[in-house]
């Protein structure tokens, strides 16, 4: 496991703090996370049912169970990453190697982002009037993806499904990924890659927008 | 990221090529398409463990299931 120092925004004055970021994470991890972000989105839940808020606009990552994808992380190919700031885990990444390949070029290696989440204080639910209390969390864990896949020597390339509430970002300046249509293998959620050549860009940026 | 062990590895020529014609292809080092192949490995035999099967399909919709050793 290492460790080292990321920004993110911490929306209240506006200000960047040193968060750490941690990678080897193990099941046991993913369980504790569970049982921290748990409660808050319980608490969100909650509100939306009581606010009489159509499902259909809930946050989208919002029945997912961290505990759950612990035998995810004993493949070889499967690495995770967290963002940790005060002692709260502000995001967490899951991405894996082998899996899958890339379509835009030619069945080349890539870096897939299984699974990416920002921590439930940080979600930004526009029904309930609540602004996430850091933000950036989401970009930096992209930086890293495109980092790992650089070392990797898949020179960048990163690829993901992508919740219809998170296309917007995916495809927009702070990823700058590829739309390849839906796939119908993956709960015809839309597929997105990020190419060598945008890597490139990326990397070379910082990430930075 | 994890500690690295070093090993020696002696292949064949016919493997030998077979490794540098995929590292070309795949635009990768030798060692990065040997590691690939540990994770590929590694994931189909768990899959396989746990009673999933490997298939190929072709464009036709042919579909083959793969034994792997």
């Known amino acids: 496991m290492s460790q080292s120092t990321v920004n993110i ?3 209240a004055d506006d200000q960047e703090v ?6 080897g994470i193990k099941p046991e991890d993913l369980a504790a996370i569970e049982r921290e972000w748990g409660p808050y989105r319980a608490k969100i839940k909650q509100e939306l049912v ?6 259909r606009t809930w946050p989208q990552s919002l029945h997912w169970d961290w505990s759950k994808k612990g035998p995810e992380l004993k493949l070889l190919e499967s690495s995770g990453f967290i963002i940790e700031f005060e002692g709260a885990t502000q995001g967490i990444m899951l991405t894996k190697t082998a899996s899958y390949v890339s379509r835009l070029e030619g069945g080349k290696p890539l870096v897939y982002i299984d699974y990416l989440e920002s921590a439930p204080w940080n979600w930004n639910v526009q029904e309930l009037q609540r602004k996430g209390e850091f933000r950036g ?6 930086y890293v993806a495109v980092l790992q896949s650089e070392q990797e020597g898949f020179r960048g390339r990163v690829g993901l499904h992508a919740l219809p509430q998170a296309e917007s970002f995916y495809a927009g300046k702070e990823c700058r990924m590829t739309k390849l249509g839906l796939d119908a293998n993956k709960q015809n959620l839309p597929y997105y890659e990020l190419s060598r050549k945008e890597a490139q860009e990326h990397l070379s940026d910082g990430g930075e927008k | 990221m994890a500690t690295k062990r070093t090993m020696t590895f002696n292949l064949t020529d016919p493997e030998m090529t077979a490794l540098e014609e995929l590292a070309s292809k795949k635009d990768l080092s030798k060692t990065a398409v040997l590691r690939q192949a540990l994770r590929l490995y590694q994931m189909v035999d768990l899959r396989l463990e746990r009673g999933e099967k490997l298939v190929f399909e072709d464009k036709g919709e042919k579909k083959a299931e793969l034994v792997v050793l």
Request: no cysteine; proline share 0%.
């Open chain 1, 9 to 11: 925004l911490r929306r």
């Open chain 1, 18 to 23: 040193v968060a750490t970021l941690r990678d």
């Open chain 1, 50 to 55: 009581r606010l009489g808020i159509d499902k």
């Open chain 1, 137 to 142: 969390v989401g970009s930096v864990l992209f």
